[in-house]
């Protein structure tokens, strides 16, 4: 019995390390030593002409973004994912969400040398793209005024255009063919995440991992027995922690979760609204790019999860209905915890354990191979530090 504990122990203590490695490794040949001071000038993602820029001058606001605006906003969002109005594609929702809330505050911050306007204009609107049936239920809790209107304008036209490029660009991809052992005519969740367009990586698939040989006759088998190692050790306070993670439908989800505790900490340490809002959105979009990444290798090899090939393992929490290799847990959150470690190095340990518990939490809930965790987060590794050093060459 002791010694199922010390595999237990020693599987949770590696993963740690190997995320540990991997963020001291950017740390030590990437971070900037103060990144608040060298990363957060407020710019906006997409470019502006003149003629944009020209007309937000000629008008003014007696009106200024609030972090109250701001939290209104992002709990208003969190309901419609916890209520599935985005049709289990949260993640992009974020992404494309808090990119127009930063090149709103962007624009006015550089044109007005303050965060002149509301917040709430371009927000509402923004969801009325993204969310359309849900538009007339969404109502700005003030009046806007000229400025605000045009703004929302500008930003948004900016957000539709990427949305029809997008569209077009995946309306023209023909799904993978499903394998045999996955059942026919059924619409798997994900399948289309992997041909969204990324927001910082050239294309989805440039992060794309090689055939796993761990899921061959032989490897699958000691996949197997490593997991069972796992799960019959495992605890309750661990079961707690993998439904806790879990994520599941009536959730922000795991990109949320992120969100979330990356709003927490902002809050508690009351970072400038401007960084704040800069943050958020580069977290938003680089965890919507991990999460394309995944799924890009999810759907290329179909790999199955670990209920499917060996009836006698069961879970402890709900599989959900997409191929197993690699974890999508805990490829984001390793790139997530790259991101936040950026601009937060101070709290660098806390977003290790946070990406180490979440990864593990899957192996304890019994949905994944080792093999899917070990490679997620050397997936989310690479796309974090890929990010980040776009963000530092900026």
Known sequence: M??????????YLSTIAIITLGILYYVLHHAPVNALSSSTDLTTYFSYSPGEIQA???LNS??????????????????LVKENRSKDDATRLYAYFFAAQRDAAALSYQIKK???????TVSQKTLCLLLPNT?????????????SLKMAEIVTDKIRKRLEAEKKAMDEVTDSKVPQEWEKNKAYFGQKIGYQTPWFMKTSSQFRLPTPQSYDTKDIKNQKEELKTILSSVTKEQIEIANKWSAGSGTILTSGQWLNL?????AKHKTPLP??????SILAMGVADATIACFDTKFTYWKQRPEMIFPDIKPNIKTPEEP???????TLSMAAAIIMDHYFPENLSVWNETAAEIAHSRLWGGIHFPVDEHDGVELGRKIGNWITKKLENQ
């Open 2 to 11: 002791m010694d199922k504990h010390i595999i237990r122990i020693t599987s």
């Open 56 to 58: 937000l001058e000629q």
């Open 62 to 79: 007696e009106k200024v973004m609030t972090e109250a605006e701001v939290d209104q906003w992002t709990q208003i969002v969190f309901e």
């Open 114 to 120: 303050k965060l002149s306007g509301s917040l709430s």
């Open 135 to 147: 538009c007339a239920s969404l109502h700005a809790s003030e009046k806007t005024d000229a400025y």
């Open 262 to 266: 990356a709003n927490q900490y902002m």
């Open 275 to 280: 960084q704040s809002i800069l943050i958020r």
């Open 324 to 330: 197993s290799y690699p974890s999508g847990h805990a």
